[in-house]
């Protein structure tokens, strides 16, 4: 702080000159001197600001190592205690009266011998607690300067502040979404389950990936993974939702629509394409491949799956995510091998893969989010005992 203080004054020093030069022409001399002058006065209440804070943290720096003292202090005077309370124990133990005798008056030494310590303690934390508030106080009043900062600095303040509880946010919710999207393959042949599961996996990894981008904004430790692998599980599912299905063509849209029920319809669709494989491109720049026609540019017959309705909706998110099975397991692997080990993914087999793998990598990561939450407990109890 004491360096960018210096930083500072180097600066309005440097614009204070300009405002000084007489010598200056041009058409925006008169705009330059007095903008340099207006800086100069800001860059120069900002460097007190800056040697101001910096004599709090110091002092606060220094009082805070004394409060630490004093409690290292209660803290060896606790285990000392601890011990003889200890030792007057075993020997009570070892001393019992024989049969006929009588017992010893009870000494009133029967008690928490760690009470004091612990009081001692109190008071110390309430004036650590006291002081951080005062040197608090006094930094925050130092903020009031000529400088304003602007909306996208308070964001970006705000952003960084709450950063890990964007993070912790996106953590539950993406174990949340892995388990739901778990449950949506299991009960895909028990309308309307599946449909239900599948839309509340995709909201809820739709929720993941944003407070991931937003702590992955502020500074928090995310994974560009992460956030790659939950926006796979949410703008499909989404843009399904809000779109409907796109499928081979129209003759595949009115098939599967026919076979989903009423309140669906396939449509045909003509697109602009750029690389398109097939002979559904019209109008192409085409050449075969290794037995494939690929086509550039021209325009792409398609088919697409709509619905009517929040259900129909709901079931088409599933048909999407679901029914085609789960890139990480039995669509994968058939892409992988080239339809040589091709398994229904609606098969018990087929749903056993896929569902497995989708909550295999949650099997580790709940367990350490829910222990991160956990309150470590009496922490003075603790190093007493050890």
Do not use: C
Not at 208 to 221: C, V
Not at 222 to 236: Q, T
Not at 331 to 344: C, E, K, T, V
């Amino acid at each position: 702080m004491k360096g960018v203080a210096s930083s500072l004054r180097e600066q309005a020093r440097l614009l204070r000159g300009i405002g000084n030069d007489d010598e200056l022409k041009g058409k925006y001399a008169a705009s330059l001197r007095d903008e340099s002058e207006g800086l100069e006065k800001k860059l120069r209440e900002v460097a007190e600001r800056y040697e101001n804070v910096h004599g709090y943290l110091t002092s606060w720096a220094g009082e805070l190592e004394g409060f630490q003292i004093q409690a290292d202090k209660v803290l060896a005077n606790a285990k000392r205690a601890q011990e003889e309370a200890d030792a007057d124990k075993k020997k009570t133990e070892t001393n019992k009266p024989g049969p006929g005798e009588p017992s010893p008056s009870p000494s009133g030494t029967d008690h928490d011998p760690l009470t004091e310590y612990r009081l001692q303690l109190n008071r110390i934390t309430s004036e650590r607690d006291e002081r951080a508030s005062h040197y608090a106080g006094k930094i925050r009043d130092e903020l009031d300067d000529a400088i304003e900062d602007s909306f996208w600095d308070d964001a970006k303040g705000w952003l960084h502040d709450n950063a890990d509880l964007f993070k912790t946010i996106g953590d539950l919710v993406g174990d949340l979404s892995g388990i739901l999207g778990m449950l949506a393959i299991i009960t895909m042949p028990f309308p309307p389950l599946g449909a239900i599961f599948a839309t509340a996996a995709a909201v809820t990894s739709g929720i993941a990936l944003i407070s991931h981008l937003l702590a992955k904004a502020g500074g928090a430790d995310v994974s560009w993974f992460s956030i790659g692998l939950e926006a796979l599980g949410a703008i499909p599912g989404i843009t399904a939702f809000a779109k409907g299905v796109k499928v081979a063509d129209g003759a595949v849209a009115a098939a599967r629509a026919t076979h989903l029920g009423s309140g669906f319809r396939g449509v045909t669709t003509i697109g602009r394409n750029i690389v398109g494989i097939g002979d559904n491109v019209a109008g192409a720049a085409s050449f075969t491949v290794k037995g494939k026609t690929i086509g550039l540019w021209g325009l792409k017959h398609g088919g697409l799956i709509k619905a009517e309705g929040l259900m129909g909706r709901m079931t088409l998110v599933a048909e999407q995510t679901v029914h085609n099975g789960q890139w990480l397991g039995t669509r994968g692997l058939s892409l992988a091998s080239r339809g040589r080990w091709s398994i229904d993914p609606m098969s018990n087999l087929g749903r056993g893969i896929d569902s497995g793998l989708k909550i295999a990598p949650k099997l580790v990561s709940i367990p350490t989010h829910i222990g991160e939450l956990i309150n470590p407990g009496d922490r003075f109890q603790e190093s007493v005992a050890s």
